[in-house]
């Protein structure tokens, strides 16, 4: 089959030569065909046409099989391209699992476990550990306020507020109530009145004055009354008034009449009925001896108590 070929091809350049040589003039005598080799030639053309078609129909078998082969190459690269794709995506959904399975997995560990954090407002710290320590939960003391409503030693506050969640084992910070920020006014009444003052000043008061009166039931310099009342509200250094009590009251009794007696016996009368010691006055008179009483103040007869102040005129004698 090559040889056919390579005569075939040796003869269509020789067609080709013999068809670009210019023809042969009709003077020439060497360029006229015999008879003989026209008939040749016209035998041979059929031949070359069949192998020529022949040839032709061998180079396009040979062209579908390179153009088959080609697509069955694309096919199987494309199809190994769709294999590593997949491949790729795979890899990247594990590893990406696996990155948020240990970053859940950290973060549980890091956190620990969490519990709700349970209403400790209005709560006395007793029971407040009481809430907390079954859940795993501490208090942390974290500062004392003021509160009109919230009682003294109870809860005012709380973080994490109630409701949210918190780690356990972390600790929960309260703010505990010192109750009102208005004092309120001790009792004092049926004390002496200095322990009265110094509970007074314990308390952040201050006393204003005193008022003295006499009581038949409660004994002398004991508090009787006060103002403001016990248990009242009251700010910071707001001054407090005492009434207290001098005692039974004294016995009244009737001015004796001294202006008979000597200084010396005035002095002992009045100190036996319970008098205190009687002013002196000193004046000249011709009336009485020296040292006698001439005047007294109260005069005889007045009702009298023993705090009376008395005064006695002594005479000096004439001049």
Avoid at 271 to 290: D, L, Q
Avoid at 303 to 318: R, W
Wanted: charged share 25%; glycine share 8%.
């Amino acid at each position: 089959m090559p040889e056919e070929k390579e005569n075939i091809s040796s003869r269509n350049e020789q067609g080709k030569k013999e068809a670009e040589a210019p023809a042969p003039t009709s003077t020439s005598e060497e360029s006229k065909l015999t008879p003989e080799e026209t008939s040749n030639i016209a035998e041979e053309t059929p031949a070359l046409s069949e192998e020529i078609r022949t040839i032709s129909k061998e180079e396009g078998k040979t062209s579908g099989r390179k153009r088959t082969f080609k697509k069955k190459k694309s096919a199987q690269i494309n199809a190994f391209l769709f294999f590593i794709f997949n491949l790729s995506m795979i890899t990247i959904l594990v590893f990406a699992l696996l990155a948020g399975t240990s970053y859940f997995t950290l973060w549980y560990f890091i956190r620990g476990e969490e519990v709700k954090i349970p209403n400790l407002i209005g709560l006395d710290v007793n029971t407040v550990l009481t809430r907390l320590q079954p859940i795993g939960l501490g208090a942390k003391l974290d500062n004392y306020e003021y509160s009109e409503l919230i009682p003294n030693g109870c809860v005012l506050s709380q973080y994490p507020y109630p409701g949210t969640k918190a780690k356990r084992g972390s600790p929960v910070k309260i703010v505990l109530s010192k109750g009102s920020s208005l004092i309120k006014v001790p009792y004092i009444i049926g004390e002496n009145y200095l322990s009265a003052e110094v509970k007074l000043r314990t308390a952040g008061l201050k006393v204003r004055h005193h008022s003295y009166i006499f009581s038949e039931e409660v004994g002398r310099d004991v508090v009787i009354g006060q103002d403001p009342l016990s248990q009242s509200g009251v700010p910071k250094d707001y001054p407090v008034n005492l009434l207290i009590s001098m005692g039974s009251p004294p016995r009244k009794l009737a001015m004796p009449d001294l202006t008979k007696y000597t200084l010396q016996e005035a002095k002992e009368i009045l100190t036996r009925i319970g008098f205190s010691v009687p002013n002196i006055e000193r004046r000249k008179s011709g009336e009485k001896p020296a040292g006698m009483i001439l005047e007294q103040v109260p005069k005889a007869g007045t009702p009298v108590t023993p705090q009376t102040s008395i005064l006695l005129v002594i005479s000096a004698g004439g001049g």
